[in-house]
């Protein structure tokens, strides 16, 4: 285990902290400030020890206490629910400064971000009181845990089961590749009920809950991935979030809309990362007696990472505002920026692990760390084929009116199974 | 907040549709989830236009395929919500 150093000192290899990245977003001075504060904290707590984390492939406890202790944790509960209550907007930018710096800490903010939110809008009275003080705290870490051997982007595939008994319900199955898996908490399950399938919370020492570390992913390494087995876990009835059958598809959307919204922003960081490492090498490292940002065909490299990562980012903050004035196009804007920030933050790492040469190949170079976090960002919450298939249909739907007939099931989005 | 009554509530429900559904009439009792108009996506946004057109809180027992399947379930749906909390009787 790795402890970070006292604040205001720096014992890794990273480079020094940017200037928050502030032009063009026209944010209120609150975000201003918050968008300073997460600036250096991810400065302080994160950047220097990314690489590290990502080699020894842990998260240490300290930085997810300090994730805790700063609030960001809590970022989605309300203040007077026990959260730091953020808008949206500010939320994103805290998910742009932490994927800035690591995205093995920024899953952990988006996994847990989801269950927090899952729990906040559509669990029962009982499970907001047990679950949501200590998941605003971050005293209890959350972790998503949809997707099976057999059951991905496709939630028909779903085979984890769900039985009601006298006192509540059992559940019975294996969930892949769980984001924190190694150390959650509480697990947010879906399982197939009688009545269809539905979402429980499930502490991780019920018993028959046992989690297997997975090792040498290909991103997102530090993230702590691990399979989850459920081997008849009895929860009681107030483990249920939402309602069973229809009602999953709102529980479902909702996180993975959270999710969506926070991956998009972790990019939109990643993508921030890339353009600045690809411009300090470019600046410094000479080839035929000039520096490599005076070659016209690295300058195009640097220009399509900066313009992609700008555009980006700029769809981050459409939707951003979007949901924090509750607008229902909120829905389609993340899907969008997500996709976008995601395409633009693996070819950016790509053009920068081009820029920085065999130097951006090697073991000890924050940019092939990059690339490999990069190729995460279009696989997790909606692959980059499914939010095509979703933003076509949905462009089609609105501009072109409703095309009869069943919907393909590529196209249902990720929960759809409840129709 | 828009207007309580239940026509205007009607008309302002199968106005948000046909926004979403390029201007298409849809029918009042047209199921929105069966005939391939909408994913289940669609229900996230329809639930925040509810909220905040009607000044509702959708909850978790509120999450039934009857309550948003159609122009008329959600004109009933709204109904019973602002009835249940003391809203003006409908006309």
Known sequence: MTAPGPPGTRNGSGPAAPAPWTEGLELTGEQRAAQAG??????????????????????????????????????????????????????????????????????????????????????????????????ARGTAVGAFALTEPEAGSDVAGLRATAEETSGGYRLTGGKRWITCGQFADVFLVFARCPGGPAAFLVERDTPGCTVEPVTGMLGTRAAMTGHVDLDGCEVPAEALVGRVGFGLNAVAADALETGRYSVAWGSAGLGRACVEAAARHAATRRQFDRPLAQHQLVQRLLTEMAVGTGAARLMCLRAGRLLGSRDPQAVEAVWAAKYAAARSAFRAAA????????????????????????????????????????????????????????VPSENRGAHDDAR | ?????????????????????????????????????????????????????????????????ENFCSVSALTGFVAGKQAAAGAPPQP
């Open chain 1, 38 to 135: 997460f600036a250096d904290f991810a400065a302080r707590v994160v950047a220097p020890y990314a690489d590290r984390w990502d080699r020894e492939e842990r998260l240490p406890g300290e930085v997810v206490r300090a994730l805790a202790d700063s609030g960001h944790l809590g970022a989605v509960v309300p203040a007077d629910q026990g959260g730091s209550g953020l808008d949206a907007v500010t939320f994103g930018l805290l998910n742009e400064a932490l994927g800035h710096a690591c995205s093995s800490v920024r899953s952990l903010l988006t996994v847990h971000s989801m269950v927090a939110r899952a729990v906040l809008r559509w669990g029962s009275r009982a499970l907001r009181d047990r679950w949501l003080p200590a998941l």
């Open chain 1, 351 to 406: 053009d920068a692990v081009q820029v920085h040469g065999a130097h951006g190949c090697g073991p000890d170079s924050p940019v092939q760390r990059l690339l490999r976090d990069a190729k995460v960002m279009e696989i997790i919450e909606g692959t980059t084929e499914i939010q095509q298939t979703v933003i076509a249909q949905s462009v089609v739907r609105e501009l072109a009116g409703p095309a009869k007939g069943p």
């Open chain 2, 1 to 65: 907040m828009t207007d309580t009554s239940q026509p205007q509530a009607r008309e302002s429900i199968r106005e948000f549709l046909g926004r979403h559904l390029s201007g298409y009439d849809i029918g009042d009792d047209e199921n929105l989830f069966e005939t391939g108009y909408v994913n289940s996506l669609f229900l996230l946004q329809l639930v925040v236009f509810v909220e905040e057109t009607f000044g509702l809180e959708v909850e978790d027992g509120d999450l039934r395929r």
